[in-house]
């Protein structure tokens, strides 16, 4: 114990407080590590959180005591990873989050026979907004939604009814696509009755109108045809490049394709009558035969006078009015063609692709790199298969043209992929940066230990067994390939081993010298030997 006050006695009180202040950094900095390993990892519980949803969850895990953090003011709640899916699923059980929105489990709170039709009303459009805002939500780049409708009321002896109209704000992870926005529309319109598609407005967060609330189809069609412009182009630029490609090799050829489209629709229709073909369609037939005889004894006031009827010759055939009529009807019907053609928009007009080659690349007589243009034969036959790989037409004004000329760079195919190997290894995760930096802290603070405490309490320790041990001048080795002449004489090292002896008083001197000693062996075994020689 003696030794022990004698050698914090020896450090000073300067050293010894720097060295009570390193002691507590260090207590302090593995407390730190300990508590920082036996924490549980976190994960993210759920992300992008509204601010009611934010606290309704807090509280709930308060409630359970569940350790948790919040990130992102609020936005983002991180819990034990080992518990995730499981207050997940106890927090969909009682509806959260909900996004910010109620749905219709509005209607699960309240009396429903002491609110009003008013009441009710607004509650059932709030419960379809939300309803309708959860589902757009599940569509994978959409982050949040709102949803507001704009619904006519109903009228018993209304003539003219009103059109439903709604509009739609997105926030987005990316970009969403045409075609997925014309399913959210088509969504909406289907979940509401006397709602059509183009009669819904949709924008992003930031103020982009995405679909328009009118003239919907037009704009759908546009739309269609532009997509249907840029895939034509694509699939005939990859085409084009693969075949030739395998002329004049990878990346020594450049393709571009423009496809012009006619966006006009066009509806005809076309009625033609041949007057040679006529057919008997019906045939109508009517036939009249009258016959009238004159009467004999007409009357007259002749006939009536006395004596008259026998002054009268004999009567003769009275002759008779016979009369005969025929008809006939016939309808023909004439050969007749109809026909309704409709051109609808996005019909390709035109179609020209360009090419460029690079040339023939050899020797020159110095050894340089020399240049040769290819031949107009080699051109004319890449023309050819370009024009077969894109369906050339002459009669809509096609046009092909391959040009050969030197590139000015060279293929970069091999610094693309170590652009992209070096790429991915330096885009690391933020759990991967945090976990680099912990090791660097922690690296960086145990080598500042090691320089500032412990060697310069190794020196302090070793300092003085080394002088004890230290020999004369006259003791000191030649170096490594001295002899034995240079070893101490037989009384020289008598004094200085009872010197040494006597010096060692405690344990802790011995285990100073036995390392020494390991530090040290020539010295020491030269020590030992001129002891021995004394005996």
């Given amino acids: 114990m003696g030794g022990v006050i004698e050698l914090l006695t020896r450090f000073g009180p300067a050293r010894l407080a720097a060295m009570g202040a390193v002691t507590l950094a260090l207590i302090g900095f593995f407390a730190f590590v300990i508590l920082r390993v036996s924490q549980p990892a976190m994960g993210v519980l759920f992300t992008d959180l509204a601010g009611g949803d934010t606290g309704s969850i807090i509280r709930d895990l308060d409630a359970r005591g569940i350790r ?15 518990d995730i899916a499981k207050i997940r699923m106890e927090l969909a059980g009682k509806g959260l989050p909900s996004g910010g929105g109620v749905g219709y489990e509005i209607f699960d709170k309240g009396d429903a026979f002491s609110t009003t039709s008013f009441v009710q009303n607004i509650n059932h459009l709030r419960a379809l907004e939300g309803e309708l805002a959860r589902t757009i939500r599940t569509i994978g780049r959409v982050q949040s939604a709102r949803v507001h409708l704009a619904l006519p009321e109903r009228r018993l002896f209304a003539r003219d009814k009103e059109a439903a109209r709604a509009s739609i704000v997105l926030k987005l992870r990316g970009e969403l696509a045409a075609d997925q926005v ?34 919907g189809a037009d704009a759908l069609g546009t739309a269609a045809t532009e997509e249907k412009r840029v895939a034509l182009e694509r699939r005939l ?19 571009q394709v423009a496809a012009e489209f006619d966006f006009s629709r066009i509806e005809s229709r076309l009625e033609s009558f041949d007057p040679e073909s006529r057919v008997v369609r019906s045939t109508q037939t009517r036939g009249e035969n009258a016959s009238t005889a004159n009467a004999e004894n007409q009357v007259s006031v002749g006939n009536e006078l006395p004596g008259a009827r026998d002054a009268q010759p004999a009567a003769q055939p009275a002759p008779k009015d016979v009369s005969s009529k025929n008809e006939e009807t016939i309808n023909y019907e004439i050969s007749r063609t109809t026909r309704t053609e409709i051109q609808q928009a996005g019909r390709l007009k035109r179609l020209s692709v360009a090419v460029l080659v690079d040339g023939v690349y050899g020797r020159g007589p110095g050894g340089e790199t020399a240049y040769q243009p290819r031949g107009k034969e080699e051109l004319e036959r890449i023309a050819a298969l370009v024009r077969t790989a894109v369906g050339f037409d002459g009669s809509r004004g096609d046009q092909v043209e391959v040009v050969n000329l030197p590139f000015a760079e060279g293929p970069q195919i091999a610094e ?54 230290a020999p004369p001048p006259s003791l000191a080795l030649a170096g490594d390939g001295a002899d034995l002449a240079a070893l101490p004489q037989p009384g020289q090292a008598e004094s200085y081993g009872k010197l040494a002896i006597n010096s060692l008083q405690n344990a802790e001197q011995v285990v100073r010298i036995n390392d020494l000693a390991e530090g040290n062996p020539k010295q020491a075994a030269a020590v030992l030997r001129s002891w021995m020689a004394q005996g």
Avoid: C, F
């Fill in 68 to 82: 948790y953090e919040t990130r992102d003011d609020g936005q983002t709640i991180l819990v034990p990873r080992s």
């Fill in 182 to 215: 014309q399913a959210i529309r088509h969504l909406v319109a289907s979940a509401v009755e006397g709602l059509t598609p183009e009669n819904i407005s949709i924008i992003d967060e930031r103020g982009r109108l995405l679909a328009n609330g009118s003239g």
């Fill in 237 to 255: 630029r990859a085409q084009v490049e693969e075949i030739v490609a395998g002329v004049v090799g990878v990346g020594r050829s450049r393709v």
């Fill in 416 to 469: 693309g992929e170590k652009a992209s190997l070096l790429a991915s290894l330096l885009n690391p995760t933020k759990e991967d940066i945090l976990h680099w930096v912990e090791l660097g802290i922690i690296s960086l603070l145990v080598l500042v230990v090691l320089l500032l405490v412990v060697r310069p309490m190794v020196k302090q320790i070793v300092a003085p067994a080394a002088a004890l041990l």
